[in-house]
């Protein structure tokens, strides 16, 4: 399971909570792409729960809430409609929902801009390498999401790749959870280049990947040369 807290291998720094900035009370309520459910169809419950969960961010006059979606069968077709709504999610958990590189690149899109979200779970949907680089581009230009779990996502070192470059310019994330993808050494590598100037990164999890001695010796050296940064790691 993907954890929620992460435990440092070593004492970390505590990571400062960042406020979000107000987001105006206005909204038009999201629905949920008319794809979603085939016509004639009885949708499912997830779905329903899904359009409902929407629904109350949607309508309701808080600002910065937690959305909790995982399992609701969102699909790509829902996301232009969570994305409409992201600008009031402080905190926002996704995991499985059958969300592909288009569903991720939609959102990519919105929290490119994004002021409010601290924290993403799109962990156990297959966005790939193609929906991990929307996302890692965005963030390079992203000022307040700091938790992003890319659990199971299945990502390669394409997708390492393009993390490698958004740690570079972006100065927010603190936590990075890559477990139980397919990177190897060139990806971790890549990964742990970026890691050891990131000036805010605190927790690196890359356990269950296809990591072997010349990734973990990369990891290894990040993990000594930056003495902010816990890098977590079991073989599979």
Known sequence: DTPSAPEPSVQASPSEKVPAPAVPQSATPATLSPAAVPKGARPSTATVRA?????????????????????????????????????????????????????????????????????????ANAIGNEGCSAIAMALESNTTLRHLDLHACHLRDEAASALAACLRKNNML??????????????????????????????????????????????????????????????K
């Open 51 to 123: 359009q409902k969960a929407f629904d109350l961010l949607a309508t309701s006059t808080e600002t910065n809430q937690t959305a909790k979606l995982s399992f609701k069968q969102i699909g790509d077709s829902g996301c232009p409609g969570l994305a409409d709504l992201l600008a009031r999610i402080a905190v926002l958990d996704i995991s499985n929902n059958s969300i592909s590189s288009q569903g991720a690149s939609t959102l990519a899109a919105a929290l490119k801009a994004n002021q409010s979200l601290t924290s993403l779970d799109i962990s």
């Open 174 to 235: 603190a936590v990075l959870n890559l477990k139980a993808n397919y990177i190897s050494d060139p990806g971790a590598t890549a990964i742990a280049q970026a890691a050891k100037s990131s000036q805010t990164l605190r927790y690196l999890i890359t356990s269950s990947n296809d990591i072997a001695r010349p990734g973990l010796a990369a990891l290894e050296r990040a993990f000594e040369e930056n003495e902010n940064l816990s890098v977590r790691h079991k073989i």
